[in-house]
């Protein structure tokens, strides 16, 4: 199943790290954040409450380089913008917060993701 995170806060880089660590059959494909490239490998690689991650963090081309896995990665305000569909994403995490009605969390819908796990409770 692939899997695209809208949200590297906590929330996400939890997702993430339960995700890349569990083996689950979660394939994570693409990562949207506001925050540059660089300052979200730090933020995964030092969790002030889970500790330093367990593997390699990197920044490769721009894209999240985690123990030799390559994650695109994305800085787009509107999820209608993302290219969800070219990347084949089934499911999006929705962890910014923001997106919590029907209306806006279907904005993934448009970009071609099949689902869409809102973290927040939805209005």
Do not use: C
Request: hydrophobic share 40%.
């Amino acid at each position: 199943m692939k899997v695209a995170i809208n949200g590297f806060g906590r929330i996400g880089r939890n997702f993430f790290r339960s995700a890349h660590k569990s083996g689950a059959g979660f394939d994570i494909v693409a990562v949207n954040d506001l925050t540059d490239a660089d300052t979200l490998a730090y933020l995964l690689k030092n969790d002030t409450v889970h500790g330093q991650f367990g593997g390699t963090v990197e920044i490769v081309d721009g894209d999240l380089n985690v123990d030799g896995d390559r994650f695109k990665v994305f800085a787009e305000r509107d999820p209608a913008n993302l290219p969800w569909g070219e990347l084949g994403v089934d499911v999006v995490i929705e962890s910014t917060g923001i997106f919590r009605t029907h209306e806006t969390a279907s904005k993934h819908i448009e970009a071609g993701a099949k689902w869409v796990i809102v973290s927040a409770p939805m209005k």
